[in-house]
């Protein structure tokens, strides 16, 4: 299978044609003290189970992933508050939230012990993370169920949606955990196994039914999103097919279809909360192009004749990144003041495009924000999982 990560060089060594006053990021470094502190945080957690909150709307059963959509309120004009009114950019407090917090959780400290791992090669960690991946996806009782037909219902409106896939989104992050933590004898062969089994159909149903049909051919944010889960699941499975097919959506779909010339994308601009869903789609363009790059097919260099590709992306947003004053829009309706934090699409496209000054307002940002609206919006907690070692 072809690497979906940057060569090992990129970790310590200056960028082509600068000098050493301008080095690159040494991310294992630069983050060593919090990715400790959260692994062996990680290590005192009790099993993670989505079948400990049983969501009472839910048409599901107690295995089947469960939320409601962020936006949508109870009707003030109704006795019983249905059914449910959209309210964009606000998201209402009393939602379930509960298996998306599990998923979270689990998430944080899988990546933790990954990063972890790689960075010590204590073989405690991968046994924990084998663990705690082992009761969330494989036990036959507390797994949760390969599929998301039940994620952002709709109360008096629908039972679940295709836009509920990017719930999943925070999974990105499992596969290159797991990968890094393979070769550990803490991390049993059988529970790499099944683990790739759990992904293949979760990317099988996300293909194939109706929902995910639906999310694969939305307009905005929500197809990047999908076709990046596509492409970092079936990069651990090793689904050839599907990854030419992620290529292809980026080289002909979101660059031509999403981005405007100057770089922006213009129905992220038109939300309540422009400045965010800018960031979101950037980073997970800037994603799918460090999972999807080779050097036959290198996405981060793909430009359209007008000059369209991330490269252009990333220059528009930059300046705004590094000064939120000058942001020409109004500001978000919701968690304006916690952005921009450490934004892997600054990493990312940093080192790929020979930017300093995008590694270098990388590493100045907050890497771990407490907003929980921005930390839901940030696929990535440990970057260090993306970047190859060999």
Known sequence: MMSRFLPAVFLSFCLPGTSAAAPEPDVAAIDRNRILVAAQDAMELEPITITAYRAELSDGGPNDFYSNGDYWWPDPDQPDGLPYIRRDGESNPDNFTEHRRCMNELRDAVAALGAGYRITGEDRFAAKAADLLRVFFLDPDKRMNPHLEFAQAIPGRTPGRGIGIIDTLHLIEIPPAIEAMAGSPGFPGDVHEGLKQWFREYS????????????????????????????????????????????????????PDQMAEDGSFPRELDRTKPYAYSIFQLDNMATLCQVLSTPEDNLWEFELPDGRGIRKAMEYLYPYLADKSSWPLEPDVQSWEGWPARQPALLFAGLALDEPDYLELWKRQEPDPEDPEIRRNIAIRQPLLWLDES
């Open 204 to 255: 099988e149903w996300m293909l194939t039914s109706d929902n995910g049909r639906d999310e694969a051919e939305t307009k905005n944010n929500h197809a990047v999103a999908y076709w990046l889960q596509i492409a970092s699941f079936a990069s651990f499975t090793g689904d050839e097919d599907a990854l030419e097919e992620c290529r292809r959506r980026y080289r002909e779909v979101f660059v």
